[in-house]
Structure formats: C-alpha cells, structure tokens
C-alpha cells in the first residue's frame, strides 16, 4: 500500500491542524492507521493509531485530548486532527499502516508495514 500524507504547515501555537493521509494499492479497511512524529535530532514518537474500523483509538500521553484520530474506509484516509498545538508539537509527521487484525492499535514503528513521506508541522510564534 502507498501512503500520502498532507495538510502539514506553520501555525502559530494554540492553532489547529489536520493532517490526512491517503492510501492506494490495497484494500484499505485491511489495515490498522497510525501517526507517529519526529523532530529534529530526537527518534519517532508514536502520536497515535486507529483500528481497522475506527472503533479503537490508542493514543500518546502527550497529545491525549488535543488530537483525533479518525478514518473514512470509503474514502482510504486517515486524519489526524490537532487542536491547541504548542512548540512541541513541532515535528515532521508520517502516518503508516499495519495488517493487524480487526480490533488491534500498535503502537511501535516495527509493527508497521508501511510508510508516508512525511508532512513537516512547525508550531511557532
């Protein structure tokens, strides 16, 4: 599956942002979402991941009750939208895929089988 993601930019903090991230290739409801981020000089950090269906979430502390995850099978995207975004949130943001079976949110990057290019998020005044 080929991933693409988009709607990163430069906001200013407190600002929101959604992110999307579209797929091709396969059957897309097949695969459990996620997003990780990383910023400069730090390793990925796992933000979030949604189940095959949307019906499960898992997120990271550090984004809980900011961000959203949500998914549209018919339209074989994921979202991730971001609301009151500060400077640490600043990060380069790749979504990925994982054939997972139906219920599961992984969390780590080895569990994912497939990667977006990446959408840069800069949070500053």
């Known amino acids: 599956v080929q991933l693409q993601a988009s709607g990163g930019g430069l906001v200013q903090p407190g600002a929101s942002l959604r992110l999307a991230c579209a797929a091709s290739?396969?059957?897309?409801?097949?695969?459990?979402m996620g997003w990780f981020r990383q910023a400069p000089g730090k390793e990925r950090e796992f933000v979030g991941s949604?189940?095959?269906?949307?019906?499960?979430?898992r997120w990271a502390d550090s984004v809980k009750g900011r961000f959203t995850i949500s998914r549209d099978n018919a339209k074989n995207t994921v979202y991730l939208q971001m609301n009151s975004l500060e400077p640490e949130d600043t990060a380069v943001y790749y979504c990925?895929?994982?054939?997972?079976?139906?219920?599961?949110?992984?969390?780590?990057?080895?569990?994912?089988?497939?990667w977006g290019q990446g959408t840069q998020v800069t949070v500053s005044s």
């Open positions: 949604i189940s095959r269906s949307g019906s499960r979430i």
């Open positions: 990925a895929a994982d054939r997972c079976i139906l219920s599961y949110t992984p969390a780590i990057p080895q569990e994912f089988d497939y």
């Open positions: 290739g396969r059957t897309f409801s097949g695969y459990c």
